[in-house]
């Protein structure tokens, strides 16, 4: 029951930054884990940076400490600031929300693509 609409992709060159964001239709803090996930072509989903109800933050291995995740509880928006941008970084970037609880559904996003070139 929340609709989610990624933004600030684009094509950026290696070592370079972009703040993506993450914009729910309904009030997500304290009820959702968001969290951001990515593909590259011919690669699964997977996932790149979560935060909990609580406010913990988890992040993948290959983002950790030049990745953050962080919200806006009054915009209800979730952003993933994004720096020392790598090739590998490149891929469609998704951003999902799971309400605490069993067997509850997670939400995604259209998804927005980054591209990190020189």
């Known amino acids: 029951q929340v609709q989610l609409v990624e933004s600030g992709g684009g094509l950026v060159q290696p070592g370079g930054s972009l703040r993506l964001a993450c914009a729910a239709s309904?009030?997500?803090?304290?009820?959702?884990?968001m969290a951001w996930y990515r593909q590259a072509p011919g690669k699964r989903r997977d996932l790149v940076a979560s935060?909990?109800?609580?406010?913990?933050?988890n992040y993948a291995d290959t983002v950790k400490g030049r990745f953050t995740i962080s919200g806006d509880s009054i915009k209800n928006t979730v952003y993933l600031q994004m720096n020392s941008l790598k090739p590998e970084d490149t891929a469609v970037y998704y951003c999902?929300?799971?309400?605490?609880?069993?067997?509850?559904?997670?939400?995604w996003g259209q998804g927005t693509q980054v591209t990190v070139s020189s």
């Open positions: 999902s929300a799971r309400p605490s609880g069993i067997n509850t559904r997670t939400y």
């Open positions: 309904r009030s997500i803090f304290g009820v959702y884990t």
């Open positions: 935060i909990t109800p609580g406010g913990n933050t």
